[in-house]
C-alpha cells in the first residue's frame, strides 16, 4: 500500500484497495447529518460505548447473516462482538485462543497478513491444501494425524479459513467443505483435550457477482459452538470506516471482548452509528448491489485482458467475487519478490502479490514459488488492460507459451 | 459503564465518561459534510489509509504537542502514529516492547485498565509511590535499586506514567520529576543492558482548567529517544470519535507500525479527516476552550458538594484538571469492591472506582484499600451534588467524623 501511495505512475494490482469511485460518499454524508442531529442521537454516536458494541447493530448483524445463511443461527445478539474492521477480530481471537509454540491451520495459500499476526505471536501456522472447492479434507485428515502422532494435537487451537473469494485465490469454499472440516475438527478434539475451533473469515462474502450465495459454517447447527465466524462490513461499503464484527460462542465471547476492552474499549460509535443507519435505511443494501455490479465488470475487464494477453502455460482462474485473480506460472518459474518476473514488473509499473508471501513455513513441503495475486479492486478501470498487457509482455519474454 | 448503561437511576461518578452535553455534534456535523464532498476529497476518507496515518494529521499532530511544550520536539511527522484512541497505542507499545516476565513500572496507584493489559500478557507491574507532585524519585531510585540487586533488572522494559491530572488521583506531575525520572532511568540502563523507555500518557492534558500548561517529557532534550509520548484527540474532542496518537522514538516508531498493521491496517480514516479538519479550521481549539470552562464548573460543582457532605476525616484533592477527585477513608475504613462503604454506596445508587483496583500487586506493600476515584465528567450537573450527598451520608455514618 505504501508503495502505491509513494508512486503514482505504478498501476499497482497488489493493494486489496477496494473501489475508490463507488465509494458511497454522498450516502455517508446523508446518513451522518441524520445521525449528528443535534441532541441525545447525535452525542450518543460521539460519546463511548459498550466494549462489545452498540446494541441495535449487534442485533442487525446477526439478522444479517442469518439472511444470507437463509437459516436462524440459534445466537442472540448477545454473541456478537463489533470491532475495527473484522482483522481487529482475527487478532483478538489469536490472542484470546492462542499461547506462544501453538499451532493454527492455515489454508495452503492463506492471507499473508494473518500468517504475519501468527509469527508475530510465536504461534506456529500449519498449511493444508486448498483447491477450488474449498479445504482438501484428506489432506486436513493427513495433517492432523501427523500432529496427533507427534503429541503435537494439544497445540492445535484453530483452523483459519477465509471461505468465500479467497485472499489470495479468490475460491469459494463449498458448504460440505466447511462441514466436514468442522467435522474432523471434532473427530481430533478428544486428543486435543480441547475445543478446535474453525475461524471462519468471512471478510469477501458480500462481493459476489456470480454464482449463489453459500450458507457460512454456522449452519452446520451441531457444531455451531466450534464456529467463529469474522464478518466485516468495510469492504462491501467503506473501507475507510473500519467496521468489522464476530459471531461467537461462550466463552470464546467473553474473552473477546475482554481483549477488546483492553485495545480500545470499543469501536467508534460513530462509525457503529454510520453503518447501523446504513442498514436500517437499506443504503447498505442498495450499496452492495452497485459494487457488486462495479466488480462483476471489473473482473471482466482484467480476464479479457489476461485472455489477450498472457501465455497459455500461465493458469488462472475465473473470479466469481471478491478482488483477486490467482495466477500461476510454470513450474520452474519464480514469481516472488527476488525473482526476474517481479522485478520486471517493478521496474516496468506494475505491481501484483507475490504468491510466496502467502504460504506458510511449513517443512512438509517446498514453499511455492510460482504464483501471483492480482486485484482488480482499487485499480482504475482504465489502469486494469494497462497494468494486465504489462504483465502479460514481461510473462510472454520470460515464461515464452 | 455496563453498570451505567444498565441501571439508569444510579448515579455512577465511577465511569471515565466524558460530558456528553458538550460534545461537539453540529461541529462534526458540519466537518464531515465538508470533508465528505462528492469526489476525491470524500473518496480518500472512506477509503483505506496508510497505517502510520494520514501524513497531513500526523504533520498537525506533532506541531500541536509542540504548541503546548512551547517548544520543538527536534522530531518529524514520520515519528508519528495515529491509533485508535490512544489506548490502542498502550496495548501496541506494551506488546512491541514486553515478554512474559518483564516488569513495568507504573505509579501506585495508576491507570487500572492498563494493570490489566500487564496482566493479560504476563507482564510484572512493581509500583512506584506517586505524589500529588509526580513520581517519587526516591522511591523509584529503591525499586530499581532493588530489581537490579535481584538480577531482575534486565526485566524491566518501561515505566508507564500519566503525568496530567493523572488517572486516578487527578494529580499532575511536576516537569522535574519527568526530567529525574529520565535521568534515574538512563543510570540504571547500564544494568539493564537495553533503553528503559518512559511511557508518559498525557491523555488528560488538555481538559487543564487551573494552573499553568507543564511541558512533556520530550522537552528533556538529552533523553528525548527513551521518551514514548502518548495522546489523544478523543478526550479533549469527542471520545465516540477514537483518535488517538504516538510521538515516538526509533526503531520504537517502527515496531509499533508493524504491530498496528496487524492490529487494523491503520485507523479509520474517516475518523482521521475528521479530526484534521477540526484541528485545521480551529474548531477543534475552540471547543476545548470550551469543555475546559464546562468542567471547570462541573469539577466546582463536585468540590463544593464535597465539601458540605463529607466528613472532615476523607482527605482529598482539589483538581486542577482532568475528570476525577481522589478521595481516601481514614485509615481502617475500607473502600473497597467487598467493602460496607462500596456495597451501601452501590445500595443507595451512587457509584465510584474503589481505590484498590488502580494498585498493582505488589509483594512490597499491603495493597492500599481506602481510596475513591470519584469523577466528575460523565455525571449530568444536577446529578452531582445529589450523587455527592448519597456518598457523603454513608461516609458519615460508617467513617464517623
Redesign the interface.
Known sequence: ??LR?DRPKLISLA?G??D??S????E??EI??EV????KR??????????AGDPALRKRTLERVEKLDGARTGYTPANVIIT??S??LL?ILTEALCDPGDIVLVEDPTYF?YL??LR?HGIRARGVRLTPDGMDLEHLDEVLGDLKRRGELKRVKMLYQITYFQNPTGWTSRYDRKAGTLELLRKYERAAGHPIYLLEDAAYRELRFAGDEMPSALAARKSRDRVLYAGTYSKPF?????VGFGILPEPVLTAAV??K?????G?????QH?LLRALETCKYETHVGKIQTRYRRKAQLMTAAIKSHFPGNVSWTEPRGGLYVWASAPPGKASGVKSKLFQTALARGVLYVPGELCYSDDPARRKPNRDMRISFGGAADGDIPIGIARLGTILRELCGS
Chains 1, 2 share one sequence.
Do not use: C, W
Not at 469501536?267 to 462509525?271: D, F, G, Q, W
Open positions: 500500500m505504501q501511495l493493494a484497495f477496494t475508490s469511485e465509494l458511497p460518499v454522498s455517508a454524508a451522518l447529518n449528528l442531529k443535534p441532541g447525535g452525542q450518543t454516536a460521539l460519546q463511548y460505548g459498550s466494549t475495527h474492521g482483522q481487529q487478532y497478513v504475519d499476526i508475530s467503506a473501507t475507510g470506516a473500519r475482554r481483549i476492552g483492553n485495545h480500545d474499549f469501536t467508534s460509535n460513530l462509525l454510520l
